[in-house]
């Protein structure tokens, strides 16, 4: 790694201010993904908390990132990792109460770090009062039309109302025991709301407002592609199983898919900014929505959510072609939108791209998974070395970049955890055709070595690997070179540099290498070829691997000033 000591450009008229009451503070923020079951556990049961997030604050502000996202720490029965809510508006007992919220937040405002919590507005957990209310209520009742309750097909009602998968396997509806069958597009302990009751969205916006009241900055919001669906009688089948991912939308008219991405949807977005706009600064919100980017970005315009994840660059790879295709097209679509742009490499739901970005393109994740990460074998050093080039590409584009916990700690995907340890419902679902996302999700290791690696004083309610305390904070903090030190002289210079919105590409350059200018001061250059390259003119202010006696080697991204 090379650093050049100084910092060189004051920030301009043009840089937002992430610190303070800025409207746009989130436009070109970096925000840091925290899985609170991971992150830090205070208690010693094994499970992450809020108070263990609390004591570890000062790394994210030590990192230099202007927010933290936390996943939902609401009551749950965890069926699907606490995206299955029992209670919007109080905290699971197991990670603490409400009290230890405030002081988390107040301890993070303090650092300078917004508060972001994640919303699950598509569904509730069946433990929810509602709907064990709806169950015990019956068919027809007011407290079932909260969710979508149909009755079967066939001669005794013994066949689910329509054809539609679940996401996570299987059919998406489930029978009750007075015959009827609830909608659940993930585990069938997720009933999906039914977004056309008004009770419905009258209590998220006192979900909103309960947060926002209580200084959260902002909320991330899950399947938000989701929530309205059609729901006219009779339902439609889709006739294939694969019509029901997300990955056939292509195959619809803009809008027609029975549940996902229907235009209706954005009503519920331009009334929650009503909401978002009369708190100063306004609340911030970013879209989960897995739909393809010019419709992506309907869910960041300005009057609904402002921002949306920014998953086709997730799925880029590692092919300079592409990844300049879909940056360019991110960039245009969000600017039509009025938007910014997003960019993310790694969250709870995929494989760590320090492996996945040196799996033979057309691997299949699940495959690898399955085969213990051994078909084929990863090399973690490669992995490791593109993926920090990954990641300074990433740190110079224009917009926010969203990092998900123990990416700056280089950590790997754990793809030879042991059947029976997964909690992920994916793996039972899909009779175990498919392991699931707990390899992204192991407790995070804070010291080289002790119990958990510093994650608690107990164990760790994933087992962590042999060797991960290699990867800990412990083993990184100040040793030149390391991931973590990358990250937060990445980050500490990205703040200084940033200027404006966009970039301006380079066409002049050897195949397989992309390089582009923030305004006039900033040049970040990546080599995804496999040969070395001449560099550029320009100062060389950091690399992601050491230069090649002053040429950039494969797989490194050079940041240079002008
Ligand atoms: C998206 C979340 O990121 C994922 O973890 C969850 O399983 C589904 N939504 C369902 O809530």
């Given at each position: 790694?090379?650093?050049?000591?100084?910092?060189?450009?004051?920030p301009?008229?043009?840089?937002p201010?992430?610190?303070?009451?800025?409207p746009?503070?989130?436009?070109?923020?970096?925000i840091?993904?925290?899985?609170?079951?991971?992150?830090?556990?205070a208690?010693?049961?094994g499970?992450?908390?809020?108070?263990?997030?609390?004591?570890?604050?000062?790394?994210?502000?030590?990192?230099?990132?202007?927010?933290?996202?936390?996943?939902?720490f609401?009551?749950?029965?965890?069926?699907?990792?606490?995206?299955?809510?029992?209670?919007?508006?109080?905290?699971?007992?197991?990670?603490?109460?409400l009290?230890?919220?405030?002081?988390?937040?107040?301890?993070?405002?303090?650092?300078?770090?917004?508060?972001?919590?994640?919303?699950?507005?598509?569904?509730?957990?069946?433990?929810?009062?509602?709907?064990?209310?709806?169950?015990?209520?019956?068919?027809?009742?007011?407290?079932?039309?909260r969710?979508?309750?149909?009755?079967?097909?066939?001669?005794?009602?013994?066949?689910?109302?329509?054809?539609?998968?679940?996401?996570?396997?299987?059919?998406?509806?489930?029978?009750v025991?007075?015959?009827?069958?609830?909608?659940?597009?993930?585990?069938?302990q997720?009933?999906?709301?039914?977004?056309?009751?008004?009770?419905?969205r009258?209590?998220?916006?006192?979900?909103?407002?309960?947060?926002?009241?209580?200084?959260?900055d902002?909320?991330?919001?899950?399947?938000?592609?989701?929530?309205?669906?059609?729901?006219?009688?009779?339902?439609?089948?889709?006739?294939?199983?694969?019509?029901?991912?997300?990955?056939?939308?292509?195959?619809?008219?803009?809008?027609?898919?029975?549940?996902?991405?229907?235009?209706?949807?954005?009503?519920?977005?331009?009334?929650?900014?009503?909401?978002?706009?009369?708190?100063?600064?306004?609340?911030?919100?970013?879209?989960?929505?897995w739909?393809?980017g010019?419709?992506?970005?309907?869910?960041?315009?300005?009057?609904?959510?402002?921002?949306?994840?920014?998953?086709?660059?997730?799925?880029?790879?590692?092919?300079?072609?592409?990844?300049?295709?879909i940056?360019?097209?991110?960039?245009?679509?969000?600017?039509?939108?009025?938007?910014?742009?997003?960019?993310v490499?790694?969250?709870?739901?995929?494989?760590?791209?320090?492996s996945?970005?040196?799996?033979?393109?057309?691997?299949?994740?699940?495959?690898?998974?399955?085969?213990?990460?051994?078909?084929?074998?990863?090399?973690?050093?490669?992995?490791?070395?593109?993926?920090?080039?990954?990641?300074?590409?990433?740190?110079?584009?224009?917009?926010?970049?969203?990092?998900?916990?123990?990416?700056?700690?280089?950590?790997?995907?754990?793809?030879?955890?042991?059947?029976?340890?997964?909690?992920?419902?994916i793996?039972?679902?899909?009779?175990?055709?498919?392991?699931?996302?707990?390899?992204?999700r192991?407790?995070?290791?804070?010291?080289?070595?002790?119990?958990?690696?510093?994650?608690?004083?107990?164990?760790?309610?994933?087992?962590?690997?042999?060797?991960?305390?290699?990867?800990?904070?412990?083993?990184?903090?100040?040793?030149?070179?390391?991931?973590?030190?990358?990250?937060?002289?990445?980050?500490?210079?990205?703040?200084?540099?940033?200027?404006?919105?966009?970039?301006?590409?380079?066409?002049?350059?050897?195949?397989?290498?992309?390089?582009?200018?923030?305004?006039?001061?900033?040049?970040?250059?990546?080599?995804?070829?496999?040969?070395?390259?001449?560099?550029?003119?320009g100062?060389?202010?950091?690399?992601?691997?050491?230069?090649?006696?002053?040429?950039?080697?494969?797989?490194?991204?050079?940041?240079?000033?002008?």
């Open positions: 790694m090379t650093v050049r000591s100084t910092a060189r450009t004051a301009t008229a043009s840089t201010d992430l610190s303070s009451q800025d746009g503070w989130w436009r070109q923020a970096v840091y993904q925290v899985y609170p079951r991971s992150f830090a556990d208690d010693g049961d499970l992450g908390d809020l108070r263990g997030i609390t004591q570890r604050l000062t790394h994210l502000a030590a990192l230099g990132v202007d927010a933290l996202w936390l996943s939902p609401y009551p749950s029965e965890l069926a699907d990792g606490g995206y299955d809510v029992d209670d919007y508006r109080d905290v699971d007992p197991r990670l603490g109460t009290d230890d919220f405030d002081a988390m937040a107040a301890e993070a405002h303090r650092l300078g770090l917004k508060v972001i919590v994640d919303l699950v507005p598509n569904h509730t957990s069946h433990r929810h009062a509602w709907f064990r209310e709806a169950l015990a209520a019956g068919p027809g009742s007011a407290a079932r039309d969710y979508v309750f149909r009755d079967g097909r066939g001669e005794h009602g013994e066949l689910p109302p329509t054809d539609w998968q679940s996401v996570f396997g299987g059919s998406a509806w489930q029978r025991p007075d015959g009827q069958w609830y909608l659940h597009l993930f585990a069938p997720q009933p999906d709301l039914n977004w056309e009751n008004e009770q419905v009258a209590d998220f916006r006192t979900t909103l407002r309960f947060w926002c009241d209580r200084g959260v902002g909320f991330r919001v899950d399947v938000a592609h989701a929530l309205v669906k059609d729901l006219g009688e009779p339902l439609r089948d889709l006739g294939a199983p694969e019509l029901s991912g997300e990955a056939a939308l292509a195959e619809f008219a803009p809008g027609t898919h029975p549940f996902y991405d229907r235009d209706d949807v954005h009503e519920v977005y331009r009334d929650w900014r009503k909401i978002f706009d009369t708190y100063s600064p306004p609340r911030t919100a970013v879209a989960e929505a739909v393809p010019p419709r992506r970005v309907l869910y960041a315009r300005p009057d609904e959510l402002g921002q949306a994840f920014n998953f086709e660059y997730l799925q880029g790879g590692w092919d300079a072609a592409k990844l300049r295709g940056i360019t097209g991110s960039l245009a679509d969000a600017h039509a939108a009025g938007a910014s742009a997003t960019w490499l790694s969250n709870h739901d995929v494989v760590r791209h320090a996945r970005l040196v799996l033979p393109p057309g691997t299949d994740p699940d495959a690898w998974l399955l085969s213990g990460g051994r078909a084929p074998a990863v090399d973690a050093a490669a992995g490791l070395r593109r993926a920090r080039a990954a990641t300074l590409l990433m740190l110079a584009l224009p917009g926010s970049a969203y990092v998900y916990q123990g990416e700056e700690l280089g950590l790997p995907e754990v793809a030879d955890l042991p059947t029976e340890v997964l909690q992920d419902p793996w039972e679902q899909t009779g175990h055709v498919r392991k699931g996302r707990d390899g992204c192991v407790p995070l290791p804070w010291t080289t070595d002790g119990p958990s690696y510093g994650f608690g004083t107990g164990g760790a309610w994933l087992p962590q690997p042999p060797g991960f305390g290699g990867y800990s904070v412990q083993a990184q903090d100040g040793v030149a070179g390391s991931t973590l030190e990358l990250y937060r002289t990445a980050l500490r210079l990205r703040r200084k540099l940033l200027d404006g919105e966009s970039l301006t590409w380079s066409d002049d350059v050897p195949a397989g290498v992309l390089r582009f200018d923030r305004s006039d001061t900033w040049r970040c250059v990546t080599n995804l070829s496999g040969t070395t390259v001449d560099l550029p003119a100062e060389v202010l950091l690399s992601s691997a050491p230069l090649d006696g002053g040429r950039l080697g494969p797989d490194t991204t050079v940041w240079l000033g002008l």
